[in-house]
């Protein structure tokens, strides 16, 4: 298959690349940083509650409450922004995780550890689960705000051509 001109993206799966995505994407370059640093806060939030959890303490410590809420937020986004800059598109469903982090912030003192960060988890597949389901058309498929996404070409039939991945031959 030919992938020239085409770039894989998760939420829509293979889509003809736009003229300019060379310069927007080297401009989302550094926005990989804020989700690297949410991995790597988030890890060090889960290693906080796993010793505050060997020690029978009971709910989160405010720094292992930031770490963990903090580490997901930083990646989310990261991710949102990443989005925005590189496909022009405003994440809802990132922007509605970061507003419900931001909520179980509020909740925190209240929470035990483990309970905060399972929530915290629950908030990222959610945003995974959401992309799945709101994705718009089959893999292939151009964004909606092309005109003709989703059209088979003049001449071609809708998924002629492609393999039972859904790729171009």
Not at 35 to 49: N, R
Not at 53 to 67: F, R, Y
Not at 109 to 118: F, I, M
Request: charged share 15%; glycine share 16%; net charge positive.
């Amino acid at each position: 298959p030919s992938w020239h001109g085409r770039t894989w993206r998760a939420d829509r799966g293979a889509v003809r690349t736009p003229e300019n995505v060379s310069e927007r994407g080297s401009a989302g370059a550094g926005l990989q940083r804020p989700m690297v640093a949410g991995i790597i806060t988030a890890s060090a939030g889960g290693q906080v509650m796993l010793n505050r959890l060997a020690g029978h303490h009971g709910g989160p410590s405010a720094v292992a409450a930031w770490l963990i809420l903090g580490g997901a937020w930083l990646y989310i986004a990261g991710h949102a922004a990443f989005k925005l800059v590189v496909w022009r598109v405003v994440s809802r469903p990132r922007v509605a995780a970061l507003a419900a982090l931001v909520l179980l912030g509020l909740a925190a003192p209240h929470l035990p550890a483990l309970g905060l960060a399972a929530c915290a988890t629950a908030v990222i597949i959610a945003v995974g689960v959401a992309d799945l389901v709101l994705r718009p058309g089959p893999p292939g498929a151009g964004p909606p705000d092309r005109p003709g996404a989703g059209a088979a070409e003049p001449g071609r039939a809708a998924g002629a051509g492609r393999d039972a991945g859904g790729a171009e031959s």
